[in-house]
T-cell receptor, first 114, second 116 residues
Framework: AQSVTQLDSQVPVFEEAPVELRCNYS??????LFWYVQYPNQGLQLLLK??????LVKGINGFEAEFNKSQTSFHLRKPSVHISDTAEYFC????????????FGKGTKLSVKP | EAGVAQSPRYKIIEKRQSVAFWCNPI?????LYWYQQILGQGPKLLIQ????????DSQLPKDRFSAERLKGVDSTLKIQPAKLEDSAVYLC??????????????FGPGTRLTVT
């Protein structure tokens, strides 16, 4: 069975500082990995995804993530955050099965302070 | 293009009452998902439809939850009777491509249900 662990429930950071949101997954088969963002009172929006190929994936809003198979990690990074990045971030895994079902982590709340 | 629409946005009911949520996916999207997001947790899949057929409902509490997508377009999720632990945000999502694995799911704004 697959699972996703987001190691930090809350991450406070000052504006223009770098940030890393950590995600580890568990799966016995090849996986696809995703990061979604959820702004207050809104649905989830895809930031980026890893399917295959280059392990460094670039997404929207200046975010990127690196797939590390040996460490079963898919950490999300941004070199300089803005107030508008304040949101909850969810890491998700799919086993590549025909149904495309996603298993989500519990989320990390990113708070960017001025 | 218009996004995934959900209604109502908020609902407060007493335990043992029934409630229904509506979702209209992005036009042309064959796959529709219902998720339950309890406060402090990530979304959990309840049911997945492909057109008007159920693909996966293994995590749907079938004694009280039901869902339908009769014409392969919009969908309704019902809870009857509701319990306190059903308080959550119910998210609807849709996706389009022929190969689902790795495809992006587009989410609606959700319905926040409070059971008192």
């Amino acid at each position: 069975a697959q699972s996703v662990t987001q190691l930090d429930s809350q991450v406070p950071v000052f504006e223009e500082a770098p940030v890393e949101l950590r995600c580890n997954y568990s799966s016995s088969v090849s996986v696809y990995l995703f990061w979604y963002v959820q702004y207050p009172n809104q649905g989830l929006q895809l930031l980026l995804k890893y399917l295959s190929g280059s392990t460094l994936v670039k997404g929207i809003n200046g975010f990127e993530a690196e797939f590390n198979k040996s460490q079963t990690s898919f950490h999300l990074r941004k070199p300089s955050v803005h107030i508008s990045d304040t949101a909850e971030y969810f890491c998700a895994v799919s086993d590549g099965g025909s149904q495309g079902n996603l298993i989500f982590g519990k989320g990390t709340k990113l708070s960017v302070k001025p | 293009e218009a996004g995934v629409a959900q209604s109502p946005r908020y609902k407060i009911i007493e335990k043992r009452q029934s409630v229904a949520f509506w979702c209209n996916p992005i036009s042309g999207h064959a796959t529709l998902y219902w998720y339950q997001q309890i406060l402090g947790q990530g979304p959990k899949l309840l049911i997945q439809f492909q057109n008007n057929g159920v693909v996966d409902d293994s995590q749907l509490p079938k004694d009280r939850f039901s869902a339908e997508r009769l014409k392969g377009v919009d969908s309704t999720l019902k809870i009857q009777p509701a319990k306190l632990e059903d308080s959550a945000v119910y998210l609807c999502a849709s996706s389009s491509p022929a190969r689902l694995a790795g495809s992006e799911q587009y989410f609606g704004p959700g319905t926040r249900l409070t059971v008192t």
